[in-house]
């Protein structure tokens, strides 16, 4: 059984390695179009976004998050001047966006901007550069794969908390049951002497009337 889970998780990490690959494309963000770093994943928008948001906070960087009603760039996670020498020895910003490509279908994009001291640092990158941010991109894998994991874990624990909440239902049910039909066979044994003891009565009157005639 073990080789088994072992085997799974070996074909669906290469089915992800094989998916997730990083190309370019753009955005919309700060209100006009971002030329911007891309990569699919098939796992769920909160797995890789948990995955991405770890990896940055273990190189020493939080985001801010865009929020709000009516914000267009609302889900945008900026790590501001972030050092990631994976892709440059530069301090710039990370731009961020995780977004699920269906209600249906659990798979999710990465949408990733660059910007040098306010400007789209990839409009000035080589494709030495570019191929550096790809790689970072790609690197993600395993990291998405350990966070959909621990999501499914959690599911796991959850379901089995539910279980349980309705087995102990379940026994308090049977408790219930079985005290009333304790209590139901106490009655009849006592509505049984009852029964008896109005027959006696009853025949003693019936008695008292023949006599009575007599």
Do not use: C, H, W
């Not at 001047?81 to 710039?92: E, H, R, V, Y």
């Not at 909440?165 to 308090?172: I, Q, S, Y």
């Amino acid at each position: 059984m073990k080789q088994f889970f072992l085997s799974l998780l070996i074909v669906l990490g290469v089915q992800g390695l094989v998916a997730a690959q990083a190309y370019e494309g753009n955005t919309d963000y700060d209100k006009k179009k971002q030329p911007a770093f891309l990569i699919d994943y098939p796992y769920p928008a909160e797995a890789v976004e948990n995955a991405i948001v770890k990896k940055m906070g273990r190189l020493g960087y939080k985001s801010k998050e865009e929020k709000g009603l009516f914000n267009k760039d609302k889900g945008f996670r900026n790590f501001k001047d972030a050092f990631i020498t994976d892709i440059s020895s530069d301090k710039m910003d990370y731009i961020i966006k995780v977004e699920s490509k269906g209600k249906k279908t659990e798979s999710a994009v990465i949408y990733l901007i660059i910007m040098k001291e306010g400007v789209n640092a990839k409009t000035t990158m080589d494709a030495y550069q570019t191929d550096r941010v790809k790689n970072f991109l790609n690197s993600l894998l395993p990291d998405v794969v350990a966070e959909k994991l621990e999501l499914d874990i959690i599911a796991q624990e959850e379901a089995i908390a539910k279980a349980e909440k309705k087995l102990r239902g379940l026994k308090d049910d049977q408790q219930d049951l079985e005290k009333k039909l304790k209590n139901n066979q106490s009655d009849q044994q006592d509505t049984e002497k009852e029964i008896e003891s109005k027959k006696q009565g009853l025949e003693a009157l019936k008695a008292k009337r023949v006599m009575d005639k007599t």
